[in-house]
């Protein structure tokens, strides 16, 4: 694949705890394994498919995309590999400097080459501004994957994993990835922080994880106005308020104490680092188990 090097001006400048110029996209073990390449390791074009709002929210969309394929037969024949917990690169080319911004997926297919993405359009937002015009089958450039956690099925752990709002994406794969694998024992537990159910999304996907005895979730809604029992799901569970210390150390391990504990946040960088330092005081977890996305 031609010109893979990474510089300052591929870096977005949002901050991401996972920033390219450290983690440069490179070809995974997946790839090397299917000896294919993988097609978004530079700037790779991808089709939208479709565009739907989400819980109702024109302003949150689901979008999904497919590779707007090549007229290189070594890149027709690639795979679309981006690792769950890790991010793509969107680029919208301008008159002045091209407009650069990170993005999960939430689903990725492998083979043929699709992924989907939760984006929320913020109101004054540059990224935001172009999204919200865009047309089926219209093609945007992305880049990845970019990211540096990686789960170990080989022993098992207990997974915490920490979502806020539409950060819930990333989070989707790395539940996938334990509970697809039936030799995986890690136990997930996935907490949720919303304000309230409306802003909870892929809540369809959450109740099949559900059916798995390895995983289970909790949503903590900070500002639910309305009564709360008669709007959950079978075996949903919700707080009323914040995801706090206490919430935290009651749902330290029972069953598979030994079992090393693994916390992964997926949010803005203020609640990353709130949650790291409250998962540091509730849970035995060392430091270095715990990873922002
Ligand atoms: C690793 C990573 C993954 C991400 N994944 C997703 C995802 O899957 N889905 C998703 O929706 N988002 C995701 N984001 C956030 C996303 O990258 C963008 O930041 C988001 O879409 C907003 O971009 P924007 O260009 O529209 O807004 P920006 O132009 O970056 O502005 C953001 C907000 O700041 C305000 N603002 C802008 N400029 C100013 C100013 N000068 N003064 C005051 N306020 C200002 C805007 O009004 C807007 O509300 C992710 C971020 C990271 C770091």
Not at 166 to 190: C, F, G, K, W, Y
Request: charged fraction near 20%; include cysteine; glycine fraction near 6%.
């Amino acid at each position: 694949m031609s010109n893979n090097e990474v510089n300052e001006s591929d870096c977005c400048g949002n901050g991401c705890s996972n920033c390219i110029l450290d983690n440069k996209p490179k070809p995974s073990q997946r790839a090397l394994l299917a000896g294919r390449p993988n097609v978004i390791l530079n700037y790779a074009k991808f089709k939208l498919l479709s565009n739907e709002p989400c819980n109702g929210d024109q302003q949150v969309r689901c979008l999904h995309f497919v590779y707007a394929e090549s007229e290189d037969k070594t890149e027709q024949a690639g795979i679309l590999d981006i690792p769950p917990g890790h991010h793509v690169m969107l680029r919208m080319d301008q008159q002045a400097s091209p407009l650069l911004r990170p993005y999960s997926p939430y689903w990725t297919d492998f083979a043929s080459k699709e992924f989907k993405l939760l984006v929320k359009l913020q109101p004054g937002g540059a990224m935001s501004a172009q999204l919200s015009g865009l047309q089926l089958e219209q093609v945007l450039q992305f880049r990845g994957p970019i990211g540096n956690y990686m789960h170990d099925a080989s022993s098992a752990k207990n997974i915490f994993i920490i979502a806020q709002g539409v950060a819930i994406a990333p989070t989707m794969p790395l539940v996938a990835q334990v509970l697809d694998n039936e030799d995986d024992m890690s136990r997930v537990r996935h907490l949720i922080c919303a304000k309230d159910l409306k802003h909870v999304y892929l809540r369809d996907q959450l109740l099949e994880f559900g059916k798995y005895w390895n995983y289970s979730s909790c949503l903590y809604l900070s500002q639910q106005q309305t009564e709360l029992t008669s709007s959950l799901r079978y075996k949903e569970s919700a707080h009323l308020g914040r995801l706090n210390i206490k919430d935290l150390a009651a749902q330290a391990p029972k069953g598979i104490e030994d079992a090393k504990i693994i916390v992964i946040i997926a949010g803005y960088a203020n609640f990353q680092r709130d949650m790291r330092e409250q998962a540091l005081q509730a849970l035995p977890v060392a430091a270095a188990n715990i990873f922002a996305l």
